[in-house]
């Protein structure tokens, strides 16, 4: 028997149709940590990271990069987004955030919430990778990981 792909047919991209399902409430929760040297997480925490203030800058990031998440996943529905809202847990060699995507539709809102987690840390990254490099100009111990989908609902979240 053929394997029907919903996505890729043939050597044609296709995307699929949800015209048919309903409109509701979605959630979903992304999670994934950063880890650095502990200097760079005490500049962190006392906001003397020359670039700026690197958690609101990531979390900017973060709201953006969900609002964009079709521009960057091909098969992605542009979907309404009603809220986004973007954690973060600072420990002694890592920083943690957590993404929280809700929308009003016909699909999940997972990809958004893990483009805003990847994107959230990448700009910690950035805005730290001065403090970060070795002598060589590399990032030995600096390393982004644990990004996952945390909780996905579909429907009444009372």
């Keep these: 028997m ?3 792909f919903t996505h890729i047919q043939d050597d044609r991209a296709v995307m699929v149709d949800i015209g048919n399902k309903d409109i509701v409430t979605r959630k979903a929760l992304a999670s994934g ?3 650095l040297g502990k200097d760079t997480i005490e500049m962190i925490r006392t906001g003397s990271v020359e670039k700026g203030n690197v958690l609101s800058t990531a979390r900017v990031a973060a709201i953006l990069a969900v609002k964009r998440t079709p521009e ?3 098969m992605c529905h542009q979907i309404p987004i009603t809220s986004v809202d973007v954690d973060f847990d600072i420990g002694d060699e890592r920083v943690s955030t957590v993404v929280e995507v809700r929308s009003m539709g016909r699909t999940g809102v ?3 919430a893990l483009t805003g987690v990847s994107t959230a840390l990448l700009t910690i990254w950035d805005m730290v990778k001065s403090a970060e ?3 060589t100009g590399n990032y030995p111990h600096t390393c982004i990981r644990n990004i996952k989908v945390v909780e996905k609902i579909k429907g009444d979240q009372n």
């Design 110 to 112: 997972e990809m958004e």
């Design 33 to 35: 940590e950063i880890i």
């Design 2 to 4: 053929k394997k029907e």
């Design 72 to 74: 960057m996943i091909p």
């Design 133 to 135: 490099k070795d002598e």
